[in-house]
């Protein structure tokens, strides 16, 4: 009896949390929009199921993928995202690696650093960045004392200011999956390494870097995964050239009032990135099959 | 964006979502009336008040967007009892069958309403049957006037030249410009400026209004519905095509900061919209009785001459304006003269397919695809 | 090596070939002048801190030896090994390997190679690339490489696995395969740290055979670290019993077990049974002991240098002892005791005897022939007596 409660828990959660809501979207995205309470047709009805389901088609697919800009901004979306995903790879790597090698004593404090920013609400945080980044922010401030610069930098309202939003939001969800990958490999195989022979540059790409995969796919996956839906941080940083998916389902369901369109945009964007998600997945339960 | 309608002057994208479960379920033994207004958009004594006087308790949330408001509307059981839509936003919602009649024998201080807004605003509401209204204001210019000074000396700043001709914004490029990120608040004003019909749903006359925008597109920093208040306020833009309020409440917060901006807000001369903050009761309002004397309190002249007075908005209650500070009064970018309200219009809601064009359109401005 | 260890508490293991081929025997180069050894440790200390993890050791390792550095967990023995493969650096002191200063060398230059306590495998990589790893950091070229890793993958007998990934493998497969990775690059010296600590017991004593075949196959000095007395007994040429920090014997196994030169020593290695006293006289050589008033004196081998009147222990291993249900004839060395627990293991018994004055002896006896007149028994008066030439006296 437990056993089977145990394993219908986390299934009952995704039905209720997940699956049940996205049929519900799904449903919507096949649906026309109307002027009424919802704001679309045909509504679900229990006496007429025949009706409802002739009512629903696919005219909104076809829809989103007549128009270059829904195309536009998914592919825009996944640009800025793998773009972030690897600079926020870059700059956790190093992070994560010294905390790995930190004393043991001080690792769980540097953890807690690392999760600090969280006690502060994201869009705080993402705030601070207009006063650094603006015109007359800190940083130009900074520069322009230090003589490195004379004219003011335009960085807020940009590209450039996205990309440092998203990795700066999203650095803590690299770093702790790099960290426990780095933490758990044995010491003792740095020292087999350099045993046989190999400096420790070479260590780190022979042994280090190979065994924390699993990390940096994780964290990977977890930025990149959120960062294409993004919507805040562009919103926030970003100049209005700056289109993203999320910004154009937020005009689709806010502007336009169009749900049905907006449901097919989030529906098309699950799909793509269900395909990562399931390279995880695999990813994950590899792992698992190996660490036994 | 579209936190479009964000007049009041909230703090810039503090996102309210907050309050989602006003839940529908309502006590009906104990009075009380839930509220569902813009963020700081009333003086709280005035709720005080109403409670002492009629015993009801008052449950007062607060949104920052009329999109959220409208979602939740759209979503059914919202809970509320009172919600404050503009005027494009309630036409449609009325039509979507969101709101209930109201009962005039209950809101005996209706005679006190100012002709001139109950007018106007029957292009969304014919017969001003569904509501009434609660504050009032317009779309034009906030500037910062000495950098506009060093930079446009001769250019008159009463006029939307100042922005919309392509040599003018050039010059203003280098200490920024923001524009609202609302394509049906942007793009009827630059018809009225070009001399067309602002409601003009014709293709030809939008890409006009287009035209105007694309060739000053260069300069513009950002489209945005909200940014541009604390911007003007601190000094990182220098001019802003934004809502009355917002700007008053950024050229205030500069004041405030004693930090050498002055700003002011333009109305200018071409005439510009003129939009309206509803008062308007949901169909499954749980409290019915209540949410008319609630309007029927707002709708007495000097508890809106109060509410006024502590937001600077003009309202739409004629009654009121003997108690309305002279200052605010007089202030012709918060009450225009007779000259200037005759070149104010009333904006009419697109239909569904006016507003997917108008979208893309406005896209298309905005990200240059 | 004289059989010391079979002589342990433990019952007999069966000899190995490889142990009955010994070609070990007559072999001591630490005893020819002539010979330079390969590894020199001089005055080496090492501190952590407050700590003091090695006290000025001074050793000399040589070639094709087995050696063992044995001790209890803390004794130094492991930062000893560290300090040869280059992850710790001495306080002070040189190692030498070969005549050549390496203190100052990174680990990845030296010329030995280490078996880890963990094994430390690169999980991965497959058995092949693991044993490969080694050679090609040395840039081998890989079909030399793939020649090399399949010779020492059949010297272990680790052929079928060469495509297997370490955590497919059993514990006593990767043990051969950290050794196999260890002697890959055939290196001079191959440090052991706890090789065999992760099998068990019974994997263990066939593997630390085969440890020994593979040293004398391959003529490599190994150098083992273990805290087992048994395993060290089995498979070196010479051990080297630490104690906080120092060196408190270097001796083979058998001068280890047969002349501990400390209680210490006698202790760690094999079952021992102490009577402490003191030397009364000295005559022809033995020492005569008195261990308490009223008992009869022991007559032992005097010690170098003891004096009369001082305090001695005598170190009486249990086989050493006999025990006889009747006075024996020779009446030296002889004391009355009472059987209070016997333990029967097939080959031998062991007898639990107290004496008169409280204390317990051990002794041992081998059942050689099937019927006894009458086994030893529970409550049975008995006596013990032994030669004075096996008691050795101990002066600390």
């Known amino acids: 009896m437990r056993r089977w409660f145990v394993i219908l828990v986390p299934y009952l959660w995704l039905l209720v949390f997940f699956l049940i809501p996205f049929f519900i979207v799904f449903k919507i995205s096949l649906s026309d929009i109307a002027t009424a309470i919802p704001p679309y047709t045909p509504t679900f009805s229990i006496t007429d199921i025949g009706g409802f389901f002739s009512q629903l088609d696919f005219e909104n697919y076809t829809f989103i993928f007549q128009d270059s800009l829904y195309i536009g901004a998914y592919f825009s979306a996944l640009k800025i995202a793998f773009f972030s995903t690897i600079l926020t790879l870059l700059i956790a790597y190093p992070i994560a690696y010294g905390m790995a090698r930190a004393p043991r004593e001080w690792q769980p404090t540097l953890v807690m650093l690392v999760i600090l920013p969280f006690w502060t609400s994201f869009l705080i945080r993402v705030y601070a960045w207009i006063g650094i980044l603006k015109k007359e922010g800190l940083l130009n401030l900074f520069l322009m004392n230090l003589g490195l610069i004379s004219e003011p930098l335009t960085i807020m309202n940009t590209n450039t200011a996205v990309y440092i939003g998203i990795v700066y939001s999203y650095l803590p969800f690299m770093i702790l999956p790099l960290y426990a990958s780095l933490e758990k490999i044995n010491p003792a195989l740095l020292e087999a390494a350099a045993d046989l022979g190999s400096p420790p540059w070479k260590s780190f790409w022979q042994v280090t870097f190979p065994l924390s995969i699993p990390g940096v796919l994780a964290g990977c996956f977890l930025v990149f995964i959120p960062a294409t839906g993004e919507f805040v941080i562009p919103d926030l940083l970003g100049g209005s050239e700056t289109l993203m998916i999320g910004k154009t389902l937020w005009n689709e369901f806010f502007n336009n009032r169009d749900w049905p369109v907006s449901s097919a945009v989030a529906v098309v964007l699950l799909l793509v990135l269900v395909v990562p998600i399931v390279l995880f997945q695999r990813n994950q339960e590899k792992q698992r099959e190996a660490g036994r | ?369 | 090596m004289s059989g010391a260890t079979v002589q342990s508490a433990t019952p007999a293991q069966p000899k190995s070939p490889l142990r009955t081929a010994a070609p070990q025997s007559g072999f001591a180069p630490w005893k020819d002048p002539s010979k330079a050894p390969i590894v020199r440790f001089e005055n080496v200390v090492k501190r952590f801190g407050d700590f003091v993890a090695v006290k000025d050791c001074t050793l000399d390792i040589y070639e094709r030896e087995f050696f063992a550095l044995l001790g209890p967990s803390g004794c130094g023995k492991t930062t000893l090994l560290r300090m040869l493969a280059g992850f710790e650096k001495p306080t002070s002191g040189r190692i030498l390997v070969a005549g050549q200063d390496i203190t100052e060398l990174a680990p990845y230059e030296r010329p030995v190679n280490m078996m880890f306590q963990s094994y430390a495998l690169f999980p991965h990589m497959t058995v092949e690339q693991n044993i490969g790893f080694g050679l090609r950091q040395d840039g081998m070229p890989k079909d030399q490489i793939a020649t090399r890793v399949d010779e020492v993958m059949a010297l272990l007998e680790l052929g079928r696995f060469g495509k297997r990934k370490p955590h497919q493998l059993s514990g006593g497969q990767q043990q051969r395969v950290a050794l196999a990775r260890a002697i890959a690059k055939k290196p001079r010296i191959v440090l052991l740290d706890e090789p065999l600590g992760a099998l068990d017991k019974r994997l263990r004593q066939t593997a630390q055979f085969e440890l020994m075949g593979i040293q004398e196959r391959t003529g490599t000095t190994f150098i083992i670290v273990t805290h087992d007395q048994e395993e060290a007994m089995t498979v070196s040429s010479r051990i080297a019993v630490m104690d906080h920090g120092e060196f408190v014997q270097i001796a083979t196994p058998g001068d280890i077990y047969e002349a501990p030169n400390s209680r210490y020593v006698a202790n760690f290695i094999g079952d021992v049974n102490l009577f402490e006293g003191k030397v009364v006289s000295i005559s022809g050589g033995f020492a005569e002991i008195d261990w308490g008033p009223g008992l009869a004196r022991f007559k032992s081998v005097a010690p170098e240098g003891c004096t009369g009147d001082q305090q001695v222990w005598l170190a009486l291993r249990p086989e050493k002892i006999h025990i006889d249900l009747d006075k024996p004839t020779d009446t030296s060395n002889t004391i009355p005791g009472k059987v209070v627990d016997v333990g029967y293991l097939g080959s031998i018994s062991h007898y639990h005897v107290e004496l008169a004055n409280g204390q317990r002896v051990k002794a041992l006896r081998t059942n050689s022939s099937r019927t006894v007149d009458r086994p030893i028994s529970w409550e049975d008066k008995v006596w013990l007596q032994w030669p004075a030439e096996t008691g050795i006296v101990l002066t600390r």
Request: aromatic share 10%; proline share 4%; charged share 25%.
């Open chain 2, 1 to 369: 964006m579209t936190y479009s309608g964000n007049k009041r002057g909230t703090l810039a994208g503090s996102l309210t979502l907050a309050t989602m479960l006003a839940c529908g379920v309502a006590m009906a033994d104990q009075k009380e009336v839930r509220v569902y207004n813009w963020s700081d958009y009333i003086d709280e004594e005035i709720l005080t008040e109403f409670t002492k006087e009629t015993g009801i308790k008052v449950v007062y949330d607060v949104f920052d967007s009329n999109e959220i408001l409208e979602t939740k509307l759209l979503a059914g059981g919202s809970g509320y009892d009172v919600v404050v839509p503009t005027g494009q936003f309630l036409a449609r919602q009325i039509q979507a069958g969101v709101f209930q009649k109201l009962d005039k024998s209950k809101l005996p201080n209706i005679s006190n309403m100012w002709p001139e807004v109950s007018n106007r605003v029957a292009v969304y509401d014919p017969g001003n049957e569904y509501a009434v209204d609660y504050m009032w204001g317009t779309t034009g210019l906030g500037y910062n006037e000495a950098k506009i000074k060093e930079r446009l000396p001769d250019v008159p700043t009463d006029s939307f030249d100042l922005l919309f001709k392509p040599e003018n914004a050039a010059k203003l490029k280098d200490c920024g410009i923001m524009v609202l990120d609302s394509a049906t608040d942007v793009l009827p004003v630059i018809l009225q400026y070009l001399g067309l019909d602002p409601n003009s749903k014709a293709q030809a006359d939008l890409e006009k209004a287009a035209a105007v925008l694309e060739a000053i597109r260069p300069n513009i920093q950002k489209f945005h519905s909200s940014e541009y208040i604390n911007a003007l306020a601190n000094g990182d833009i220098c001019i802003a095509f934004g809502w009355s309020g917002d700007i008053l409440q950024a050229a205030s917060r500069a004041e405030e900061a004693k930090n050498g901006h002055t700003i002011h807000y333009s109305l200018p001369k071409e005439g510009t919209q003129m939009w309206f903050d509803m008062l308007a009761v949901p169909k499954d309002a749980p409290h019915v009785e209540e949410a008319h004397a609630f309007i029927n309190f707002l709708m007495k002249p000097e508890v809106i001459a109060k509410a006024s007075n502590y937001i600077s908005y003009a309202n739409g209650n004629l009654a009121s304006q003997k108690f309305i500070d002279e200052s605010i009064l007089k202030d012709g970018a918060i009450y225009p003269d007779e000259a200037t309200l005759k070149k104010l219009f009333v904006l009419l809601p697109y239909d569904a397919k006016t507003q997917r064009s108008v979208t893309r359109l406005w896209t298309k401005i905005v990200t240059g695809q």
